[in-house]
């Protein structure tokens, strides 16, 4: 059983110094860094909008309000 333990170790010692040599996956890692900065790009930018959208939507309102405030109303059919 010794021995078994002891294979078990230094299968483990190869596998964890192969993995540490291993760069395959940082490309990966990197592309995944990447794609979360854009994501966080896009989301600020749409907040962004979202602001001006809605200050464009009020300043259209008060001036519908404005102009609307001195005008005779509609006649009814």
Same mark, same amino acid.
């Given at each position: 059983?010794? =021995?078994?333990?002891?294979?078990?170790?230094?299968?483990?010692?190869?596998?964890?110094?192969?993995?540490?040599?291993?760069?395959?996956?940082?490309?990966?890692?990197?592309?995944?860094? *990447?794609?979360?900065?854009?994501?966080?790009? *896009?989301?600020?930018?749409?907040?962004?909008?979202?602001?001006?959208?809605?200050?464009?939507?009020?300043?259209?309102?008060?001036? *519908?309000?404005?102009?609307?405030?001195?005008?005779?109303?509609?006649? =009814?059919?």
């Amino acid at each position: 059983m010794t =021995s078994l333990a002891l294979t078990g170790v230094v299968t483990m010692k190869a596998f964890l110094q192969t993995f540490m040599r291993d760069e395959s996956g940082a490309s990966a890692a990197e592309y995944a860094l *990447i794609l979360a900065i854009v994501g966080i790009g *896009i989301a600020a930018a749409a907040l962004g909008l979202a602001v001006s959208i809605q200050n464009a939507m009020d300043d259209a309102a008060d001036t *519908i309000d404005a102009k609307g405030e001195g005008s005779e109303p509609l006649p =009814s059919n």
